[in-house]
Nanobody, 124 residues
Framework: QVQLVESGGGLVQAGGSLRLSCAASGRTFGAYTMGWFRQAPGKEREFVAR????????YYADSVKGRFIISRDNAKNLVHLQMSSLKADDTAVYYC?????????????????WGQGTQVTVSS
């Protein structure tokens, strides 16, 4: 199993940038496909981005494509989400997630492990 802890959230003005980080425990971090999800108040949790075990393949929701970049450093057990050109609609709690079994996961139920979330608020 793996434990995930997100950090880096905060308040940012529209058009600004934030970098979220997810620290994972254990020695098998490279065996997990990693994803980022977000959930705004009153809305369902939605997929944001995914990165493969090796970090060579990424996939993004259309709503963030071209603005967000997911990356990972397996040597440091870290996953990052670099967010740029932020919009008010990006305001949400952002969650880091991991799955060992589904390499092309893009639904929340496909991920086994979740962090506690970090709040991102974009002001207009």
């Amino acid at each position: 199993q793996v434990q995930l802890v997100e950090s880096g959230g905060g308040l940012v003005q529209a058009g600004g940038s934030l970098r979220l980080s997810c620290a994972a425990s254990g020695r098998t971090f490279g065996a997990y496909t990693m994803g980022w999800f977000r959930q705004a108040p009153g809305k369902e949790r939605e997929f944001v981005a995914r990165i493969s075990r090796s970090g060579t393949s990424t996939y993004y929701a259309d709503s963030v494509k071209g603005r967000f970049i997911i990356s990972r450093d397996n040597a440091k057990n870290l996953v990052h989400l670099q967010m740029s050109s932020l919009k008010a609609d990006d305001t949400a709690v952002y969650y880091c997630a991991a799955t060992q079994y589904i390499s092309l996961a893009y639904r929340d139920y496909q991920y086994e492990y979740w962090g506690q979330g970090t709040q991102v608020t974009v002001s207009s």
